[in-house]
């Protein structure tokens, strides 16, 4: 088997996102109802006003003055209907342009968010890249094996893909009259921008591995959901930071192959022939023998450790995960023997189960997923 020595260097990032809140100005008010009715009351006296004149005007029994009173009284009233279809239509357009302009206002915000939310998917992808892309990942120098012990996303590996709130909070200041009267119109918009703008479809599910992770569902399903976790770990970490070690039956052994060919399922320091020994095994017993060294020394370190203060598992060495086949409904747990007092992730050490349902799981799980079809029933 032949191996070359990669170089690492420092881990490139893309730009952080813009995190600055948007805050939405406050709608506009409909116009006040009773000022509706105050100019129905000004545009009524004058008419009232000129009919109270032809009435002199008809017990003075003048003809001409009759005519004269008649004509301005149909002009006052011809006017008084001009003014109040005037006043009507004017409070429609000054609301209905009100209503346009904050609806345009929302719509560009709208946008900004939709901005937003494509370069909030853009990077989750470049830090969990689809599967299907992890190849050229590797084939990249600044990007195979990135991942430090101390970065955030250490041991966090994607999953599948779903929805996510948009990381730039979204907020709507009230109106500043609370006693005015809402524009459902606006309203409906606003809740648009507030509650549906903010989930982010096509986002990466990622999976932190950590401690005992269960994986129940359909075994070809939850096969493979494993295999593209593992995928991406081997691809993004390095193995002088993480160490695998499968555990599964001979005769179900197949969908594991590829990992013989990875160096983060080979022994540091035992071999096979003129190879490293590769650190696939078939049962629980042979799981136990290989781990049982490097399980005992790091709860003697780690108790010491903990008499001083915090437990840091990069001290112990590289991480260790675990895959356990446990498909056909056996249980296995190479922790079970553990101190009370510290867990596997303290130790720097988990275990990826693959179960067909909840009861076949250990009695500790400390992160669970649960796969199944499309179409079946959540």
């Not at 003048?62 to 005519?67: A, H, R």
């Not at 096979?272 to 370190?301: F, N, Y």
Request: proline share 9%; aromatic share 2%.
């Amino acid at each position: 088997m032949a191996q070359r020595l990669i170089h690492r260097p420092a881990r490139t990032r893309p730009p952080d996102p813009d995190l600055h809140p948007v805050e939405l100005i406050p709608p506009p008010a409909l116009p006040d109802a009773s000022a509706g009715l105050q100019g129905v009351m000004q545009i009524l006296m004058p008419i009232m006003g000129g009919a109270g004149s032809l009435v002199m005007i008809v017990a003075n029994r003048n003809p001409v003055m009759l005519i004269a009173g008649g004509m301005m009284l149909a002009v006052t009233v011809l006017g008084a209907i001009v003014m109040f279809i005037a006043q009507r239509t004017g409070a429609g357009k000054r609301s209905a342009d009100l209503r346009r302009r904050y609806l345009e206002y929302l719509d560009g915000i709208r946008a900004q968010l939709g901005a937003a939310a494509a370069t909030q998917r853009e990077i989750a992808l470049h830090h969990h890249p689809d599967p299907d892309l992890l190849a050229e990942v590797a084939r990249d120098p600044l990007r195979l094996w990135e991942r430090r012990p101390h970065d955030p996303d250490f041991l966090t590996v994607r999953i599948g893909t779903g929805s996510a709130a948009l990381w730039q909070r979204v907020a709507a200041v009230a109106n500043r009259d609370p006693l005015a009267e809402p524009d459902v119109v606006i309203g409906a918009g606003v809740h648009r921008i507030t509650e549906r703008s903010r989930m982010v479809p096509g986002m990466p599910v990622a999976l932190p591995v950590s401690g005992r992770v269960s994986v129940v569902g359909p075994t070809v399903l939850a096969r493979q959901t494993v295999t593209a976790a593992l995928a991406q770990l081997v691809t993004l970490h390095g193995p002088e930071e993480v160490r695998l070690v499968a555990c599964a039956p001979r005769r179900t052994a197949g969908w594991l192959d590829w990992l013989k060919w990875m160096p983060h399922a080979l022994s540091p320091d035992e071999v096979d022939g003129t190879a490293p020994r590769r650190q696939i095994v078939a049962d629980a017993e042979e799981l136990a023998e290989l781990l049982g060294a490097e399980l005992s020394r790091r709860v003697g370190e780690a108790t010491r450790a903990s008499r001083l203060g915090r437990v840091d598992p990069s001290v112990f060495g590289p991480a260790v995960v675990v895959l356990i086949d446990a498909s056909a409904g056996q249980r296995i747990d190479p922790f079970a023997g553990l101190p009370r007092e510290l867990t596997p992730a303290q130790l720097g050490m988990h275990t990826i189960t693959l179960v067909p349902d909840q009861a076949a799981e250990g009695e500790h799980v400390d992160v669970r997923v649960t796969v199944a079809a499309a179409d079946a029933a959540p």
